[in-house]
């Protein structure tokens, strides 16, 4: 194997495959490693394509203006409700729209995509309707508690030439009660581009409580369950949020609004060439990773299946930068499994935790110490990992101020900003040779204290690899339209900062060159 930069990616991929390169990287685990097939060209790089989209005519009209949570349930708005068969899709591909109305009611569904847009946060794609909603049985639960819906769908979209990669919002309405809430799907694409942003929808599913108690963290035993047994499904509403904060006009769109619009609402706005992705396209297709010059995982990206861990590191071995720009990332082991009329990827169930024991953890979920515990040790991915007390608010404060991402940030070594860290972190990072703590701090919560450490590392092809070491980077960068700032464990975040999107455009410029 040559080093020239001219070298195929996915040529040093095949070739480290062949050869045994896990030794590029710590924590190996044993069996079989991906090797990504030559699938041809990706489709050509264009790099203006955010910034041409970004100049279209935005509108607030995607926000919602009127939902009803039941209160019986807490988490379901019955008025109107639904959901998408797939969740991600490219050009030329067809996805399904189930809804379900209650009282039964005509409704109308108003498509956008979400992004910058001068500010706005969306640009309108299509209006379809009127449909006749009627009232869809609620799913029996099956084995391992999981309801899955089978609704009759109202409407197959087939996704446009010209729908740019994107999270995109369909805004359910009601003619009968003018009820709304969101489905939410993903485009995709195939080209080169600098930026791929990975929504952390395994996480908005397993945190999805619809219609009542239903969440991975649901079981007989307790309400915060963290063992195995529970099964999920992606075909279902998403629910109301239900942690940190109140935001009943987020309904339907799963955790976007709360910690991932943030960040591409900032990059859209600086016309960085980014796509979008699934973790869902992450766990089938890692392959298609390398099109991409950096991955960025956002807000809190908890859930990751084998396949994943796998196909990103095989990316990073590949000379994958990576940005976590997220908190809690890569702590739940998952399995995916097909839906019960054989779609991929339509169930999640939770079987193990990444990383060895930590009785501070574990203590804060007994569930927990029923797990396996042989999956391999997330920092040898991120940098650091999820530790003790895990939950938890405190400053970023400057560790390395020499360090190029703090350059013209004015940062000096101790230096804090303010309330940047939470609600979930990463400590205890990983002895990977050239390693470096970039921010470093004490965490508080009910739970106790903790250490969180920011990372950065370099990979085997000049590649890096940064942790921001929380769930909330994104509150520091942007307010778009419709953000409610969360608060938890005794911290908050305190809104766009300079110094964080300095920080930010130092890393992804650098990210860029490299």
């Not at 080093?3 to 095949?14: G, M």
């Not at 002895?431 to 370099?458: E, R």
């Amino acid at each position: 194997m040559g080093d020239s930069h001219n070298t195929n990616r996915r040529d040093i991929l095949r070739a480290m495959a062949s050869f045994g390169a896990a030794s590029l990287l710590p924590g190996v685990v044993p069996g079989p490693q991906p090797v990504f097939a030559d699938k041809g060209q990706f489709s050509p790089r264009q790099s203006q394509l955010i910034q041409q989209e970004n100049s279209k005519s935005g509108t607030r009209e995607w926000l919602l203006t009127k939902t009803e949570v039941d209160p019986d349930t807490k988490y379901r708005c019955p008025g109107i409700e639904g959901y998408a068969s797939k969740a991600s899709v490219t050009a030329g591909e067809s996805l399904t729209l189930h809804v379900s109305c209650n009282p039964a009611s005509k409704f109308t569904v108003d498509l956008y995509r979400s992004g910058y847009y001068g500010g706005s946060g969306g640009r309108k794609i299509a209006h379809l309707g009127t449909f006749e909603g009627k009232i869809q049985d609620d799913p029996e639960i099956g084995k391992n508690r999981l309801r899955e819906c089978q609704w009759d769908a109202c409407h197959e979209l087939t996704i446009q030439d010209d729908w740019v990669s994107g999270v995109y919002l369909c805004k359910l309405t009601s003619l009968e009660t003018q009820m709304q809430s969101y489905i939410t799907f993903i485009v995709k694409d195939d080209r080169k581009v600098d930026f791929l942003f990975q929504c952390s929808d395994n996480t908005w599913h397993a945190y999805n409580r619809w219609p009542s108690q239903y969440s991975l963290y649901d079981h007989e035993e307790t309400v915060w369950y963290w063992g195995a047994g529970v099964d999920v499904s992606y075909d279902r509403p998403y629910g109301k949020y239900c942690q940190i904060f109140d935001a009943p006009l987020t309904t339907g769109s799963g955790e976007w609004f709360c910690w991932e619009l943030p960040i591409a609402y900032w990059m859209e706005s600086k016309g960085y060439d980014v796509s979008y992705c699934s973790n869902i396209d992450t766990h089938a297709d890692g392959e298609a990773l390398m099109r991409a010059g950096s991955l960025i995982s956002v807000g809190h990206d908890e859930y990751y299946s084998m396949e994943m861990f796998n196909n990103v590191r095989a990316a990073i071995r590949g000379g994958l930068n990576v940005a976590f720009l997220s908190g809690n990332t890569c702590c739940g082991l998952l399995e995916i499994k097909p839906s019960s009329d054989g779609r991929p990827n339509r169930i999640i169930s939770r079987v193990d935790r990444f990383g060895p024991r930590d009785m501070i953890g574990d203590n804060l979920f007994h569930s927990m110490k029923t797990l396996p515990r042989t999956a391999p040790n997330e920092a040898d991915l991120i940098g650091a990992r999820s530790t003790g007390p895990v939950v938890g608010g405190a400053d970023y404060i400057c560790h390395d101020p020499e360090h190029w991402i703090f350059k013209n940030s004015g940062m000096k070594k101790g230096d804090g900003i303010p309330g940047l860290v939470g609600w979930e972190w990463h400590g205890d990072p990983a002895d990977i040779p050239g390693l470096k703590i970039v921010a470093q701090g004490t965490t508080n919560s009910g739970a106790g204290m903790g250490t969180y450490t920011s990372t950065i590392y370099p990979g085997p092809k000049g590649n890096l690899v940064f942790n921001a070491s929380t769930c909330w980077w994104g509150d520091g960068l942007s307010e778009p339209p419709g953000y409610v700032r969360p608060s938890a464990h005794g911290a908050s975040p305190q809104g766009p900062d300079k110094r964080v999107q300095i920080i930010t455009q130092n890393l992804l410029d650098r990210l860029k060159s490299t």
